[in-house]
């Protein structure tokens, strides 16, 4: 049983790139509709195109873009939309395929980094009603509204 679930899990968390919606849901996609964030492809190379046109930093703020560096588990990277900040070290985030297919309001991630600098995450998993075990490798935040003035 456990097998079935692992492979729908990598599955829909490879779909995070892409340019639309094609009838599923996919992270890029849904984090540019929120946000009005003007960058395309997979979820991994945000962080690259922001360079220039974004503020980026590794203190989240309502609004910003966290974006997951891409890994075996997440080949394309992953994006999700920070709604709130909760202290230091963690975020609630709204973020689609994250679950399989799903969009979801509110997750909580929590920055498990040695330098609480966001650059490790984990991420709640809702069918285990917990945190996920695996700690995912970020870049940082986007922040959409503010123009990189460096």
């Not at 094609?22 to 984090?31: K, L």
Request: with cysteine; charged share 15%.
């Amino acid at each position: 049983m456990r097998r079935p679930v692992a492979l729908l899990l990598c599955l829909g968390l490879a779909a995070c790139g892409g340019s639309g919606f094609n009838g599923s849901v996919q992270c890029a996609p849904y984090a540019r509709s929120v946000t009005g964030l003007h960058l395309s492809g997979s979820a991994a190379s945000w962080w690259r195109q922001s360079a220039g046109r974004y503020a980026r930093t590794s203190r989240p703020a309502p609004g910003d873009v966290l974006v997951f560096r891409a890994t075996r588990r997440l080949p394309s990277g992953h994006v999700s939309v920070v709604r709130r900040t909760m202290g230091t070290r963690a975020i609630l985030v709204d973020q689609a395929n994250w679950e399989p297919g799903r969009i979801d309001h509110g997750s909580l991630v929590v920055d498990v980094s040695p330098e609480n600098d966001w650059t490790r995450v984990r991420v709640w998993w809702k069918p285990s009603h917990g945190l996920g075990r695996t700690a995912y490798p970020t870049f940082g935040f986007i922040t959409p509204f503010a123009p990189d003035i460096s």
